[in-house]
């Protein structure tokens, strides 16, 4: 009975290892010691008492959120409301369940960040807990400048980016009849503690997210938060500004698809707005460079591309494997895999009479699930209803499109023979298109002002 905290708080406290009780301690301390909140027993905390610590890294309504999900923690088993503010037990019970719990509490924590009533939660009141989650990520690794290159700012659209990430993230949700939490239909729908706890064991971005607020919004235990696999390191050769199709959500996104090895940096190969509207230059830059990620805009604003596994090469087969996907980002974030039907997994060519020119991914000959002709700025997707590499929908706005804006990005780190056959021209790796610029009478103009790397 002499021990300031409870049986149970005890217990929760043995989920950190020592040295991060006692980092969990000196928050609590000085939050508790607060000087603008003299009315508060030193052996809790208010409102004012976090807002004061956490400053502007993070929104006022997620701030409020967790404070309401602490103070509704009851570590007694006696029905009660809300304390009036956050005890040490509490606060220790709290950050256990969000930063070392299961899934099954970090739905408990969840619950009471949603709602002061005990029982289930109406899907509309998750989809506005998720879109705060969402937007608070960003929110606080813009404000502690780790956004690692990539720009917080809200991609141009129809539908701001924080809400399309969170419709995917609530596209996973199963409801208690089997059933996904798909249009605006279903946000009168309940969502007990079952269905929160399956949504955050099924979906890794819920929990991942949770611990970014509250390691960088409170700065604690921030060297156990891994940020290299869930926001790559942009590398951009250019000297000049480069602002990409691609918002840091986006990139978070698609990097979670990605191999694990090949999450921690996206460098950048080609961009139509760097390097030209042009085809020969597209092959150019992406040629033997390794996995690489090609995303582009069309002209109704609709974002999406393809995660390469293997180098593009210039041939008239098909390549790649089944670690190969089609995305799409806007108007709606989701991913296609491989459905086994066949292996028209990637495809790149170019000079040939009798056969497509131009880069596909999916599907068939004049029929890919991505395509982008060889007369660049033009592409077509067309299934119909899916395609059948990926079972893809159509991912433009219309079947045959055209775009402005295209991006290609090698992922992870490169071999030392994909350096060597990066540096190279296409006219090297290419004799039919050197032979084909000697016949038109075109000099070479990079002849002579570099040299030709040996083969090995």
Same mark, same amino acid.
């Given at each position: ?122 899907? %509309? #009141? ?6 705060? $989650?969402?937007? =608070?990520?960003? *929110?606080?690794? &813009?404000?502690? /400048? ?113 191999? %694990? #090895? ?6 950048? $190969?080609?961009? =139509?707005?760097? *390097?030209?509207? &042009?085809?020969? /230059? ?175």
């Amino acid at each position: 009975m002499g021990n300031s905290r409870s049986r149970v708080g005890q217990s929760f406290c043995s989920q950190f290892l020592p040295e991060e009780q006692a980092e969990i301690d000196r928050l609590f301390d000085a939050l508790s010691s607060d000087k603008n909140s003299p009315n508060v027993s030193s052996k809790s905390f208010s409102l004012k008492a976090l807002q004061n610590h956490v400053g502007e890294a993070l929104p006022p309504e997620m701030v409020t959120r967790l404070y309401d999900g602490m103070r509704r923690v009851n570590l007694t088993g006696k029905a009660k409301g809300p304390s009036e503010n956050v005890s040490q037990e509490q606060f220790t019970a709290s950050m256990s369940h969000l930063l070392k719990g299961n899934s099954e509490e970090k739905s408990l924590m969840i619950m009471k960040m949603i709602s002061a009533t005990e029982g289930p939660v109406k899907a %509309r #009141e998750v989809q506005k807990f998720t879109e705060d $989650l969402v937007g =608070s990520v960003v *929110h606080v690794l &813009s404000h502690r /400048q780790e956004l690692r290159g990539w720009t917080g700012k809200e991609a141009p659209g129809p539908t701001p980016r924080v809400q399309v990430l969170a419709a995917q993230l609530l596209s996973e949700m199963k409801l208690q009849d089997g059933k996904r939490l798909l249009g605006p239909q279903w946000l009168d729908c309940d969502c007990d503690r079952a269905v929160i706890e399956d949504w955050v064991f099924t979906v890794p971005h819920v929990a991942i997210f949770l611990s970014v607020v509250i390691c960088k919004g409170f700065l604690v235990l921030c060297p156990s938060l891994d940020l290299t696999t869930l926001v790559p390191e942009r590398q951009v050769d250019q000297g000049r500004g480069f602002e990409s199709i691609l918002d840091v959500l986006s990139v978070m996104y698609i990097n979670a698809q990605l191999p %694990r #090895e090949q999450r921690h940096r996206w460098r950048l $190969l080609f961009s =139509s707005e760097l *390097h030209g509207h &042009s085809f020969s /230059q597209l092959c150019g830059h992406i040629t033997h460079r390794g996995p690489c990620v090609a995303v582009l805009e069309d002209h109704d604003k609709h974002v999406f591309g393809g995660f390469a596994s293997c180098s593009w090469e210039v041939k008239p087969q098909f390549q790649g494997d089944n670690r190969c996907f089609l995305f799409s980002i806007c108007p709606s974030m989701a991913v296609y895999t491989h459905t086994g039907y066949n292996d028209h997994y990637m495809y790149l060519n170019h000079g040939q009479q009798t056969i497509p020119n131009g880069l596909g991914m999916g599907g068939q000959h004049n029929y890919f699930g991505l395509w982008v002709d060889i007369d660049f700025g033009k592409g077509h997707s067309r299934a119909k209803p899916t395609c059948t590499t990926y079972n893809s929908p159509q991912l433009s706005a219309q079947e045959n499109f055209q775009f402005d804006k295209m991006e290609v990005w090698a992922v992870g780190d490169p071999s030392e023979e994909q350096l060597a056959k990066g540096n190279k021209s296409i006219l090297d790796t290419d004799p039919e298109a050197q032979a084909l610029l000697e016949i038109s009478g075109r000099s070479r103009h990079s002849e002579g002002l570099r040299e030709v790397p040996d083969d090995e």
